[in-house]
């Protein structure tokens, strides 16, 4: 078992920051997968930004020029910068962890305001 433990939502006017962070314990594999999806109200979860333990990341289009996932192995943790968030970012955001298995933490709301 994994448990993810994440931190950093809250509600900010369009054109601001966030960070997001979270951190992985218990049965961590080498080699994994962290990241974060989001789920807007009504809409499907979908992926926002992932990134290999070898460094390797990827975004969503939606995103892509704003956000920037980053991890740092050693205390088995990742964490997501959004700038220049807008309204359309409202949503909960789950850090993603994939190594043998895959699990999701129980979401943080990023509640941006036009």
């Known amino acids: 078992q994994v448990q993810l433990v994440e931190s950093g939502g809250g509600l900010v006017q369009a054109g601001g920051s966030l960070r997001l962070s979270c951190t992985a314990s218990?049965?961590?594999?080498?080699?994994?997968?962290m990241g974060w999806h989001r789920q807007a109200p009504g809409k499907p979860r979908e992926l926002v930004a992932v990134v290999a333990s070898g460094g390797g990341t990827n975004y969503a289009d939606a995103v892509k020029g704003r956000f920037t996932i980053s991890r740092d192995n050693a205390k088995n943790t990742v964490y997501l910068q959004m700038n220049s968030l807008k309204p359309e970012d409202t949503a909960i955001y789950y850090c993603?962890?994939?190594?043998?298995?895959?699990?999701w933490g129980r979401g943080t709301q990023v509640t941006v305001s036009s």
């Open positions: 993603y962890y994939r190594g043998y298995n895959a699990y």
């Open positions: 218990g049965s961590i594999f080498g080699i994994n997968t």
